[in-house]
């Protein structure tokens, strides 16, 4: 079951009258429960790929439809709808606010979907638990280490139960260790049913995947599934 489909997807930046194209003419077909990793140089589109696949931004043309919607004509309002129902976001950066506790970092989610107090406050301590950080509630960012925020960036992307999992540099800020208890994570979305496309730069790292689509000069160079490498533990 196809759930993300590209087909000459292509996206220019106008930086005044200078057009500068980044990607240039991707097509894509990405089934439901897939595990991607997204590889290639640096300013070679991925970012831009991630943030069209995401609903952050609009393809300059062709043609996006996910989950069975053309987002690639929808105005920004269907498309937030959208993007909060099928998408979760996981950044390098964790991008967590700073004064809210861990718990009310993973309920912001919740806020916008229109669920109410209590519920929001089980339902984030239901993903903080799943994530492994059951016991760090109430902690804010800075009291917790990197790998520990981004466990809550996780939790907070899962919390709407979204079908796919976005996934930018997600190891970029974390040791090797770290790194290795962050991917486990990573296999068990995956296990448990989502989509999940993720940006690296690390082999490593993408060895987690199933599949590695790799990027270069706006183009797709390569496409290929990944033999599944056994993790020990
Ligand atoms: P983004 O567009 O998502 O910011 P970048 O490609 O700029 O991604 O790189 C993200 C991070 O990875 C940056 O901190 C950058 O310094 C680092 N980086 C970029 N290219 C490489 C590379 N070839 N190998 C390792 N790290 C890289
Ligand atoms: P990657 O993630 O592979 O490093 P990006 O998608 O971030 O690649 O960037 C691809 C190219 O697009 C780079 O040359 C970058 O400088 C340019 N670029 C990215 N975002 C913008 C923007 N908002 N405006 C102008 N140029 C951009």
Known sequence: QTVILLDQ??????I????????????????????VALMGPSGSGKSTLMNIL???DTPTSGKYVLSGHDVSSMEDNELARI???EIGFVFQQFNLMPRLSALENVAVPLIYGGVGK????DKARAM?????????????????????CQRVAIARALVNDPSIILADEPTGNLDTKTSIEIMDIFSKIHASGNTVILVTHEEDIAAHA???????????????????KEVLA
Do not use: T, W
């Open 210 to 228: 199933r599949r590695i689509i790799r990027l270069r000069d706006g183009v797709i160079e390569s496409d290929k599934m990944n033999a599944v």
């Open 54 to 56: 995401g609903c952050l």
């Open 83 to 85: 993007r909060n129902q």
């Open 9 to 14: 997807i292509r996206k220019s930046y106008f």
């Open 16 to 35: 005044g009258k200078n057009e500068l194209p980044v990607l240039k003419g991707v097509s894509l077909n990405i089934n439901r429960n897939e595990y």
């Open 118 to 121: 209590k519920e929001r406050e």
């Open 128 to 148: 903080l638990e799943k994530v492994g950080l059951g016991d760090r509630y109430k902690h804010k960012p800075n009291e917790l280490s990197g790998g520990q």
